[in-house]
């Protein structure tokens, strides 16, 4: 993958086409015409992709082309938790557990802080069940009932930018308990968690001893409920498909 981005012949990609000489060398590379399109002024331009659908939260496709195109993956990866590796292969339980962040956190200037603590949770394993096993006992007129199903129904943290430090492990807690995620959803995103976490020890933080604490508390948890058990259908390493490729060639003619 590497050597064909490397080509040289991918790198003079022309974008915009704008003379009939370009549109002969993007023939001769064989490109897809549907990865073509008119702009306004009449040229034709090389079409990466669109952000995804804030409407789809859990299209796990959509969000790992998006990230492959503009996470920079095998460099420096911005985007927290999700296990890119030099194949340009995402993890699926990272980018869950990403999803799963993303439809729990409003965008604010306090996300981060929001979406730390949902990870250091999703990262220790039978944490969650074991607060959901809590909240069984203590309401048993109200018991807790997962949701599943095709329309999941997510109420978004919205927390003050002067209130965001005050958001803590038992909040995260009592918003995925009141959200009904479902425990197998949590222990799904253990990954995701644990990628996280090990990405904060590589950068600079004031957050190290949380990081450290935590850290430690997944490896005792590990050895009372061992790994926690993923979702079958989306285990496992993405592969990248051909569509990608192309993507990622465009992407470096844009640059």
């Not at 981005?5 to 549109?23: C, H, S």
């Not at 644990?194 to 904060?200: A, F, G, N, R």
């Amino acid at each position: 993958m590497r050597l064909l981005l490397d080509n040289p012949a991918y790198r003079d990609i022309p974008n915009p086409i704008t003379r009939p000489e370009d549109m002969t060398f993007v023939e001769c590379l064989h490109i897809p015409a549907h990865f073509l399109r008119t702009k306004d002024d009449g040229t034709t331009a090389l079409h990466v992709m669109r952000a995804p659908d804030p409407k789809k939260l859990f299209d796990l496709e959509q969000l790992a082309q998006y990230v492959l195109i503009y996470g920079w993956p095998g460099l420096e990866n911005t985007w927290q938790g999700i296990a890119v590796n030099f194949a340009y292969r995402m993890h699926w339980r990272t980018l869950f557990g990403f999803a799963l962040c993303r439809a729990l956190c409003a965008n604010s200037a306090g996300k981060t802080t929001l979406v730390r603590w949902f990870a250091l949770v999703m990262a220790r394993p039978g944490l969650y069940r074991e607060a959901v096993a809590a909240y069984a006992a203590a309401n048993l007129t109200r018991p807790f009932v997962a949701q599943y199903g095709a329309d999941i129904e997510i109420c978004q943290v919205h927390v003050p930018d002067d209130q965001v430090r005050n958001f803590s492990n038992n909040d995260a807690i009592c918003v995925l308990i009141h959200n009904r995620i479902p425990p197998d959803w949590v222990d799904h995103a253990y990954t995701y968690g644990v990628v996280y976490l090990e990405q904060q020890f590589h950068q600079p933080t004031m957050s190290l001893d949380v990081f450290r604490d935590v850290d430690d508390e997944r490896l005792q948890r590990l050895s009372v409920y061992g790994p926690p058990p993923a979702i079958p259908h989306w285990d496992g390493w993405r592969e990248i498909s051909e569509e990608d490729r192309y993507r990622l060639l465009f992407k470096r003619a844009d640059e």
